[in-house]
T-cell receptor, first 117, second 114 residues
């Protein structure tokens, strides 16, 4: 089955600096790669996603890049702010099963991002 | 905009008891997913339903069962609870169509088994 590895497990940056989180996946059939931000005790919140037919996507201070050949994707946050502090999860999902609309997410192990003021 | 609703938000049970968690997807969403998240862990996929039929199954114990009803809400039934079942349980929903992979999570149910 699919396996997603995520690095680093913790990341501390100064406010205004950039943060980069990297993930690799094992199943070449995976075609959808979302990133979720989770604050302590709260729900995972979708912040950006990318599909396998796109190499890069940007939304204001957040960007995601995908390298299908190498099977890795990365989250880039620029001009970090203290409110960006949270756990970030990457995830991957693959082809449908039995023609139905199911896409279970396989998550990475998470990155605790701390933005120091 | 309406979001995924889960109830109850908190639940305390004794070992060997049963629990029922409920999930109400975003209106018009037809697919529901259940995830379990232990302390300091990533969410683990349990089971999913599409149009009231089970569509995929993950690491869900045999003690757990789930279903999706005609109004698309889903219930996760957990029996013979064990201490290790203490976790956050998230429900997510999505809509078949152009962005069918996009899952939106509910606020979760925090289950504590004593």
């Amino acid at each position: 089955g699919e396996n997603v590895e995520q690095h680093p497990s913790t990341l501390s940056v100064q406010e205004g600096d950039s943060a980069v989180i990297k993930c690799t996946y094992s199943d070449s059939a995976s075609n959808y790669f979302p990133w979720y931000k989770q604050e302590l005790g709260k729900r995972p919140q979708l912040i950006i996603d990318i599909r396998s037919n796109v190499g890069e996507k940007k939304d204001q201070r957040i960007a995601v890049t995908l390298n299908k050949t190498a099977k890795h994707f990365s989250l880039h946050i620029t001009e970090t702010q203290p409110e960006d502090s949270a756990v970030y999860f990457c995830a991957a999902s693959g082809a449908f099963l039995h023609g139905g609309a199911t896409n279970k997410l396989i998550f990475g192990t998470g990155t605790l991002l701390a933005v120091q003021p | 905009a309406a979001g995924v609703i889960q109830s109850p938000r908190h639940l305390i049970k004794e070992k060997r008891e049963t629990a029922t968690l409920k999930c109400y997807p975003i209106p018009r969403h037809d697919t529901v997913y259940w995830y379990q998240q232990g302390p300091g862990q990533d969410p683990q996929f349990l089971i999913s339903f599409y149009e009231k039929m089970q569509s995929d199954k993950g690491s869900i114990p045999d003690r757990f069962s789930a279903q999706q009803f005609s109004d698309y809400h889903s219930e996760l039934n957990m029996s013979s609870l064990e201490l290790g079942d203490s976790a956050l349980y998230f429900c997510a929903s999505s809509l078949a169509g152009a962005r069918k992979e996009t899952q939106y999570f509910g606020p979760g149910t925090r289950l504590l088994v004593l």
